[in-house]
Structure formats: structure tokens, C-alpha cells
């Protein structure tokens, strides 16, 4: 649905050849090479939580402080990074994926997509 009521041009959108433009294209590639990257720097943090967890209890045992232990620590850490990632998604989208998303839905509104 178009941003603009009076403007609702998704019935006439060809989504296949849309998809194909050099300008969605640039959208894609954009979101991609955030989202890729950080995906995998994810998972790779919270399997080598779960690992530490698992078959390192002399490592995740020791005291930091009173009684918290390296466990608890990187275990707050795993719901810490998990917020400063969406931070910066949601920084980096409206930096540069919403104005790149605003262009297209302009030229085809602009259009009137027949």
C-alpha cells in the first residue's frame, strides 16, 4: 500500500519487472551488505556462547564479581548486542535504505504506473 492514499498505484505494478530495476537492484544490494554481515557476526557470537557453555565450565566459571560469573557476563551480553544491532539497523535503514525505498515509490507514483 502506497504511503499516500490518493496515490495507490500498486495495482498497476508490474512487481517482476519492478524487482528487476537497476534502482531496487541498488536497494537490495544495499540491505544485503548490512544484513548479511551482521547476520553471521550473530550467529557466530551466540554459538560461541553456547560452545563456552557447554565444553568451557572452568572459562564460563570464573568470578567477575561477587558472584557473577564470565556466564552471566557474556549472557548479558548476548540480549546487550542483540539491541545495539537493532540500533544500528535501524540507523543504518533510515541512513540509507528509506530515502533509496522513498525513490522508487516516488518515480512510481510519479509515473502512475500504467
Known amino acids: 500500500m502506497s504511503a499516500n492514499p490518493e496515490h495507490d498505484v500498486s495495482a498497476g505494478v508490474d512487481f517482476v519487472k519492478e524487482s528487476q530495476s537497476e534502482e531496487f537492484q541498488e536497494l537490495r544490494k544495499t540491505h544485503r551488505s548490512f544484513v548479511f554481515p551482521m547476520a553471521i557476526f550473530f550467529l557466530v557470537w551466540y554459538f560461541a556462547y553456547v560452545l563456552l ?62
Not at 522513498?102 to 500504467?114: F, M, P, Q, S, T
Open 53 to 114: 557453555a557447554d565444553y568451557f565450565h572452568d572459562f564460563m566459571s570464573i568470578k567477575v564479581f561477587g558472584n557473577i560469573n564470565m556466564g552471566i557476563v557474556l549472557g548479558l551480553l548476548q540480549f546487550v548486542s542483540t539491541f545495539a544491532i537493532t540500533a544500528a539497523y535501524v540507523s543504518f535503514s533510515n541512513k540509507k535504505l528509506d530515502p533509496k525505498a522513498a525513490k522508487i515509490r516516488e518515480r512510481l507514483e510519479r509515473e502512475g504506473v500504467n
